[in-house]
């Protein structure tokens, strides 16, 4: 999979193909990301590529020419390389990103990534040329560089080869619609704190019913419209109800928590 990012700090992108999982899979040819700067992209002789607002207010935005050239361009290269790409820009106003959006990102051959600053792009650019509008979140980051870095860390290790474990993304939280369950390490006892009995117990039916049923009370205790959106089996129902029988049991004020809600 290709991502060319249009960017004006290209130097950022360090943070995400210098080391670990995104570097690696950089290294064995599974993804490849381009980075290119539409300042190069300008033709006048100071290189801008912002100008103040219509109608007055705070900030810069960034120009249509060298925005759309640097798209251009990159979706050029990309075709030559046999990749026909979809032209994304990220911004607070895009569809809020979630993982199974990810996995339909992943499934794409290639994508132009635009990571504006200032106040953002000007607007008939995103006419003209964007495809989709995406947001990591509701808040507001002074660029949209780490915006592209989250989407793609979140793309490239869902590719094949890309994780050491063949089903650790089976079995990421949000990969089947749910919150993780708890992880535990050596030692086995930390002061008071005990590793639960059932992961020692080397019954893989067992432990693995034990996560689920983990997975199904932590989101129902945190993220409840998770859940509400997803739905549950029979046999998911009846593992949470236990999981929160006991939870009620032997910690009171969690259950008390929600029904005050
Ligand atoms: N920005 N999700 C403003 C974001 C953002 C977000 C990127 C800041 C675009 C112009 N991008 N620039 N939230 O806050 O994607």
């Known amino acids: ?14 943070a995400l193909t210098e080391e670990g999982v995104v570097a690696r899979a950089l290294q064995r040819r599974i993804a490849e990301i ?19 607002p219509y109608g007055g207010g705070p900030g810069m935005v960034m120009r249509y020419a060298p925005l759309r050239a640097a ?9 030559a390389a046999g990749v026909r790409s979809r032209v994304a820009y990220l911004s607070p106003q895009g569809e809020r990103i979630h993982q199974a959006k990810i996995a339909r990102i992943s499934a794409a051959p290639g994508w132009v990534l635009i990571a504006g600053r200032y106040e953002g792009v000007d607007e008939r650019l995103i006419e003209d040329c964007v495809d989709e509008e995406w947001s990591i979140g509701d808040y507001v980051l002074s660029g949209g560089e780490l915006a592209a870095m989250v989407v793609m860390d979140a ?3 869902l590719l094949p080869g890309a994780l050491g474990h063949a089903d650790s993304a089976r079995q990421d939280s949000h990969a089947n619609g749910l919150l993780d369950c ?6 086995e ?19 693995e019913r034990w996560r689920l049923q ?25 593992l949470l109800d236990d999981y929160l ?13 929600q029904s005050e809600q």
């Open 34 to 52: 381009h980075l290119r700067n539409p300042r190069d992209d300008t033709t006048d002789v100071h290189r801008s590529v912002d100008d103040r």
């Open 214 to 238: 983990q997975a199904l009370g932590r989101t129902w205790q945190r993220r409840p419209e998770l859940l509400q959106e997803r739905g549950m089996s029979d046999v998911e129902q009846q």
């Open 189 to 207: 006892t930390i002061a008071d704190q005990r590793v639960p009995q059932v992961l020692l117990s080397g019954d893989h039916r067992a432990i």
């Open 1 to 14: 999979m290709r991502f060319d990012v249009i960017t004006l700090f290209p130097a950022q992108f360090t």
């Open 182 to 187: 708890p992880h535990y390490t050596r030692p």
């Open 71 to 79: 798209i251009e361009a990159a979706r050029a290269e990309a075709a």
């Open 245 to 257: 029988r006991e939870a009620s049991r032997s910690r009171p004020s969690v259950g008390a928590e």
């Open 155 to 157: 793309v490239i290790r």
